[in-house]
């Protein structure tokens, strides 16, 4: 039986219209976008899941914010705002607000890790992965293996394997080890989440061996209410006093804005106390993002950023967004429709293996189900599998990936039950027709992150 959807804890003030293509002229737009959901144009799409990221609706309380904007080039008032909110949230002494996840990445990861060092994350979301790479450090993942089973329905899939991570310090050596990074909810692994316990644990090793611990903290809100939900200890708690609680056990913290505090641009990086450290983070904020206290956002952008950091905590409103993830899943369990289970906190994540058991991983299951998505219901999705894991750099020849998935990115505060149906509708519609669909080829591909440009074509059968 599909689960009661949770009515939305909001109304709406304004619309924006979304036109809906035909069978026939989505079939001729994906070719002309040579398979690639990326190139197609986002009016071609009527519901659009490629990401979480950047794609929220604001508020109307931040709107306000946005023409109450100091945009003074130092000490604005937008600035300070941040800074309190962030201080009061997190309760770490220094924030600093950059232009976007990435950029927090680049200005923090090189002041910590550099060549011949290692770091090591319950999973690394690949932008970080590539600023520690760009560091000249190496990246390793260290998952509990249940993440590894997307039917397996454990809470606080995305934990980091502990044991494991205290082996892999000993083996490199913990002078090696410049940095833990936590990642929380676990991107990757579907957004999966992180105990507090866990994190306890991950704390007193990194401690131990005198490591710091750094949170990439870009679905915290998230987070923090699928402990709220699952961890006994604080199920009475409330979404902020989890939220103080989950960051104590870090030193630091890099955040993409763009998911859980609700804007469309923004990024922050949070120090504890300490002092030298965030020195040295606002030299490198001056030369690669701008002064201080602007860090390459407008004042505007500073303003909305700290109201939606609260905004993005509500308990109301996590359990709306939780419950459209869950009524979706629902449904998706009744039609015997495989997906990263349970339900993770920013979409959905079908298990593309399991419903085209035909096309093999180096026929990118992940990306026909995206396209199949997209002719069906002009819905955009995009592969999070072989496809987009690319090549081995060494041989050149294609990694098979430890999932073949097709992720349904859902929007804050974006999409209606109906479009939720429309989802559940579509994905049934290609399960009835899964033995007929046919993998791809890449015809063309970039060195790097190729997933974004390459060009495919249909092996016809
Ligand atoms: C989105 C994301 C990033 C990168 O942030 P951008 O704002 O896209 O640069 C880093 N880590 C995680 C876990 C993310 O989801």
């Not at 770490?92 to 090591?120: C, D, M, W």
């Not at 609700?262 to 002092?275: F, H, P, S």
Request: aromatic letters at 10%.
């Amino acid at each position: 039986m599909a689960k009661k959807y949770i009515p939305e804890p909001f109304r709406i003030k304004m619309v924006e219209t979304i036109k809906v293509l035909t069978r026939e002229e989505r079939k001729q737009k994906i070719k002309e976008a040579n398979y690639n959901l990326f190139s197609l144009r986002g009016e071609d799409v009527y519901i659009d899941l490629l990401t979480d990221s950047g794609t929220n609706a604001m508020s109307d309380v931040q709107w306000a914010g946005v023409m109450r904007g100091d945009e003074a080039y130092a000490g604005g008032r937008s600035y300070f705002r941040l800074v309190e909110a962030g201080q009061d949230i997190f309760g770490y002494e220094y924030i600093q607000p950059v232009h976007q996840g990435r950029a927090a990445e680049k200005v923090l990861f090189n002041l910590l890790v550099g060549s011949g060092k290692f770091a090591i994350s319950n999973m690394f979301f690949d932008t970080t992965r590539a600023h520690v790479e760009l560091a000249g450090a190496r990246a390793i993942d260290c998952v509990v293996k249940e993440a590894l089973d997307p039917s397996l329905r454990a809470p606080f899939k995305g934990n980091m394997d502990v044991e494991k991570l205290e082996s892999l310090i000993k083996d490199h050596g913990k002078e090696n080890v410049g940095l833990v990074v936590m990642t929380i909810t676990n991107n990757s692994a579907g957004g999966q989440p992180v105990s507090v316990q866990n994190m306890r644990e991950v704390s007193a090793v990194c401690k131990k061996y005198g490591i710091p611990l750094c949170i990439d903290a870009a679905r915290f809100a998230e987070n923090a209410f699928f402990v709220k939900r699952d961890e006994e200890e604080f199920k009475n708690s409330s979404i902020k006093e989890i939220t103080k609680e989950m960051f104590s056990y870090a030193d630091m913290f890099t955040m993409s804005a763009k998911k859980d505090a609700i804007v469309n641009m923004g990024g922050l990086i949070g120090i504890k106390d300490n002092e030298e450290l965030y020195q040295r983070v606002k030299e490198n904020c001056i030369s690669f993002e701008g002064f201080i206290t602007y860090g390459g956002l407008s004042g505007r952008d500073l303003e909305a950023l700290a109201i939606g950091l609260y905004e993005g905590m509500d308990e109301q409103y996590l359990e709306y967004r939780n419950g459209q993830m869950e009524y979706l899943a629902s449904i998706l369990d009744d039609e015997g429709i495989a997906y990263q289970s349970p339900v993770g906190g920013h979409g959905l994540f079908i298990d593309a293996k399991a419903m085209f058991p035909q096309i093999p991983y180096y026929e990118f299951p992940g990306q026909a189900l995206g396209i199949e998505l997209y002719k069906e219901a002009g819905i955009r999705a995009c592969d999070i599998g072989s496809y987009m894991l690319g090549n081995d750099p060494d041989t050149g020849k294609q990694l098979e990936a430890d999932f073949e998935f097709t992720r349904l990115a859902i929007p804050r505060r974006v999409y209606t039950q109906a479009h939720f149906d429309i989802m559940a509708e579509a994905l049934i519609a290609i399960k009835k027709r899964a033995s007929e669909v046919s993998g791809y080829r890449i015809t063309w591909e970039p060195k790097v992150l190729r997933h974004f440009t390459a060009k495919l074509e249909p092996i016809e059968k």
